[in-house]
């Protein structure tokens, strides 16, 4: 759908006006600012910074996700662990705030998404599940298996097996994830309580150790959106391998886009 220039702009302004003064959110100067300052990076650190500048942000409580509540592709005011790695991904990959909202409208969809002055048509086309997400390809390449040894476990929703890292070798890997890789981490089949095989998602963020005595190269962490619906949570940063010793979830599949 083509939009005339002022009725495009007084729409991308409502997209990105936060819902209330309760949280803070980006404006459409502050996301142009950074992505011009960004601009120089590789796609994955790019990716990884924008996940960083949502630390502190209040985890969504709604069970569908505002963004999907209201029909709009910018919520940024809470976030869930989903839209916390759209808007990384979708902020990371466009030049402007505008190119942001497009690249959401193929990205977030099976086909496209739709806008209708300031509201999306049709999010019952969204991606609901994180598995669904990684076959489609919009998100990066499946590198799972350059990460560590896989193996199989029980699929679901016409999926006879699903291949995936366990936590142990997810740890043996760590030195081969990447800034701006999409950490996608896998429910026990025993445990779905619903026939979602991925529970939760997050970005990889890296730094250099000084420490030249140190056997690792790199500190990995895990960005994420941590929390529950109708809980709280906020959006964190902690070290992924503390994080996987931890964690409820039996594995994790790994995506990359080309240029990180």
Same mark, same amino acid.
């Given at each position: ?13 409502? $997209?990105?006006?936060? /819902?209330?003064?309760? #949280? ?5 100067? +502050? &996301?142009?600012?950074?992505?011009? *300052? ?45 839209? $916390?790695?759209?808007? /990384?991904?979708?902020? #990371? ?5 505008? +190119? &942001?909202?497009?690249?959401?409208? *193929? ?154």
């Amino acid at each position: 759908m083509k939009l005339c220039g002022f009725a495009f702009f007084t729409i991308l302004f409502l $997209l990105f006006l936060p /819902a209330d003064n309760s #949280a803070k959110a980006f404006n459409t100067n +502050d &996301a142009a600012k950074l992505q011009k *300052d960004f601009s120089d990076k590789p796609l994955g650190e790019r990716i990884a910074m924008w996940a960083e500048k949502f630390l502190g942000t209040p985890y969504d409580p709604d069970p569908l996700g505002e963004y999907v509540s209201k029909a709009v592709i910018v919520a940024d005011e809470r976030v869930d662990c989903m839209y $916390l790695t759209f808007r /990384a991904v979708e902020l #990371a990959l466009g030049a402007t705030p505008e +190119d &942001a909202i497009q690249i959401a409208l *193929d990205k977030r969809f099976h086909s496209r998404g739709i806008l209708d002055k300031t509201r999306v048509v049709n999010y019952e086309d969204r991606f609901e599940y994180g598995e669904d997400m990684i076959s489609s390809g919009k998100w990066g390449k499946d590198i799972t298996a350059e990460i560590g040894e896989i193996v199989k476990i029980k699929g679901s929703r016409g999926t006879r097996t699903f291949a995936m890292l366990t936590p142990q070798n997810i740890l043996k890997g760590l030195n081969r994830l990447k800034d701006g890789d999409i950490i996608f981490l896998v429910k026990a089949p025993h445990k779905r309580k619903t026939d979602e095989i991925v529970g939760h998602m997050g970005i990889i963020k890296t730094d250099a150790l000084t420490d030249p005595v140190s056997d690792s190269h790199k500190k990995v962490y895990l960005i994420h959106a941590g929390g529950r619906k109708g809980v709280g949570g906020s959006v964190k940063k902690v070290l992924l391998q503390d994080y996987i010793k931890k964690m409820p979830f039996v594995g994790a599949k790994i995506t990359r886009f080309d240029g990180s």
